[in-house]
């Protein structure tokens, strides 16, 4: 089965800087999706960047990129010129490329932008 | 397109009542999921279809909770003689499994289900 810790249940920075949220998991699986949703107070889920595993290339959408490194089981996210709408909760998640019922979420990290 | 939708947005109920949550998937998709997440907490999987595959009910509670699925599409979520301590904000999602997508789940408003 697969695990994904978050190791920082906050965090906050100041608009226009640079935060990255950390993010582990571990599968015995060789293919699977890693993903980054956002929860903002609304609490609407949304997807925020999604990873495939047998890709090298890190993904990057707009302000927001990942440092996958697949052989120490990481997956940060990113977040450049931090505004203050990217105020929220941020979980990771993995999901088995063959099983799609495996599919799990991080704790999640409660993200402040400070203006 | 349209969304996942879930209604109704907000429900009080009495302790010892039925509700039943309802969850409209986006058309097409096949696996659908259903999450509990209490305020400030992380999502606490509780049901998992696919497809006309026997659903994955191994995060279901208690026997007070079951859902179904019909025609593949429409989910129902009840929880009978509710206690205090299933308030929470309920959260469907679903995913077209295939494809460039994967298994990407595009998530509902949720539900908050508060049990006085």
């Known amino acids: 089965a697969q695990t994904v810790t978050q190791s920082q249940p906050e965090m906050s920075v100041q608009e226009a800087e640079t935060v990255t949220l950390s993010c582990t998991y571990d599968?015995?699986?060789?293919?699977?999706?890693l993903f980054w949703y956002k929860q903002p107070p609304s609490r609407q889920m949304i997807l925020v960047i999604r990873q495939e595993a047998y890709k090298q290339q890190n993904a990057t959408e707009n302000r927001f990129s990942v440092n996958f490194q697949k052989a120490a089981k990481s997956f940060s996210l990113k977040i450049s010129d931090s505004q203050l709408g990217d105020t929220a909760m941020y979980f990771c998640a993995a999901a088995d490329y063959n099983y799609g019922q495996n599919f799990v979420f991080g704790p999640g990290t409660r993200l402040s932008v400070l203006p | 397109g349209a969304g996942v939708s879930q209604s109704p947005s907000n429900k009080v109920t009495e302790k010892g009542k039925d509700v039943e949550l309802r969850c409209d998937p986006i058309s097409g998709h096949t696996a659908l999921y259903w999450y509990r997440q209490s305020l400030g907490q992380g999502l606490e999987f509780l049901i998992y279809f696919q497809g006309n595959s026997a659903p994955d009910k191994s995060g279901l509670p208690s026997d007070r909770f079951s859902a179904e699925r019909t025609g593949g599409s429409v989910s129902t979520l009840t929880i009978q003689r509710t206690q205090q301590e299933d308030s929470a904000v309920y959260l469907c999602a679903s995913s077209p499994s295939t494809g460039t997508s994967g298994y990407e789940q595009y998530f509902g408003p949720g539900t908050r289900l508060t049990v006085t």
């Open positions: 599968t015995s699986e060789n293919n699977y999706y």
